[in-house]
């Protein structure tokens, strides 16, 4: 744990250097702060974008997950309280025809 903390601190301070601190990252593969620009790795728009769409996705699924809940809640009348009638007895869940029908 040491050993990560001292890395962080390391990249940062190389970071807050104004002239060179762009080109400093951490090895994948040895976990030390390496210069990335020597090493050939370079952070590509693409890889950002793909971040962003995939974390946007992300959130409209769970957004969607809530609406469904929330709507199954409201559905079978939410929050706890007296029991709810079943369909056998003209309860939410019960089938209909949605006309003169259902008498």
Known sequence: WADVVRT????????????EGVQWGIDGNT???ADVKAGGVWDTFSV????YKAAV???AMLLRI????????K????GGG??????????????TFGDARDG
Do not use: F, N, Y
């Open 75 to 78: 559905r079978r009348g939410g």
């Open 66 to 73: 809530d609406d469904v809940l929330s709507g199954i809640s």
């Open 8 to 19: 962080i601190t390391d990249l940062r301070s190389r970071h807050a250097k104004a002239s």
């Open 57 to 59: 996705e992300s959130a």
């Open 82 to 95: 007296a029991a709810q009638a079943g369909p056998e007895e003209g309860g939410p869940d019960m089938e």
């Open 48 to 51: 950002k974008l793909q971040v």
């Open 31 to 33: 976990g030390k702060v």
